[in-house]
């Protein structure tokens, strides 16, 4: 029973040691975040549909951050980058240590269309799909070129909620785009 406790107790202290980064991507360690607002991220594309808002810790000076693309929900004919939910959690990730940026991508032009069309759904999706997978490669030119945002291009990660959280777990899948 000893060995046993031991061994428990030594795990969780080795895990405690060594998953920490002093509170960074854990805790608000940053008081306010600076915001990048409407940075194109398409190379084809310059519209609102290819905007993010980039979320960075003010004043912090590591280098090899991570990030977090954030796409908002609205069922593929709605929704934007700047609505209260994606900005309090691009604010409240960058206040942890992340660089964060809220996206807009590609919506259905015809709601009534795409909640009839199987075919207009599914083109709609890889629509938005292609513009996340465009923001990453924003992201990874950019680290190439100067890398301004101070980000670790090999660890990018995606989500949202509702329709953002389908396009990254599609964009997670799908490798060619027709």
Known sequence: M???LFLLIS???TNFGFSQCNGRYETEIFDSVTTIANVYYSDVYIDNAHTMDIYMPYGDSVINRPVILYMHGGSFYGGDK???DCVDFCESMAKKGYITASLNYRLAADMFGFLISNEIQYETV???VSDAKAAVRYLRKDFDNGDSYGI?????FA???????VTAIHQAYIDDIF
Request: aromatic residues 4%; positive net charge; glycine residues 12%.
């Open 82 to 84: 700047a609505m209260t």
């Open 2 to 4: 000893k060995k046993i």
């Open 126 to 128: 890889l629509k938005a």
């Open 152 to 156: 670790d291009p090999n660890t990018i």
């Open 11 to 13: 795990a969780i202290i």
């Open 159 to 165: 989500g949202g909620y509702s329709a953002g959280a």
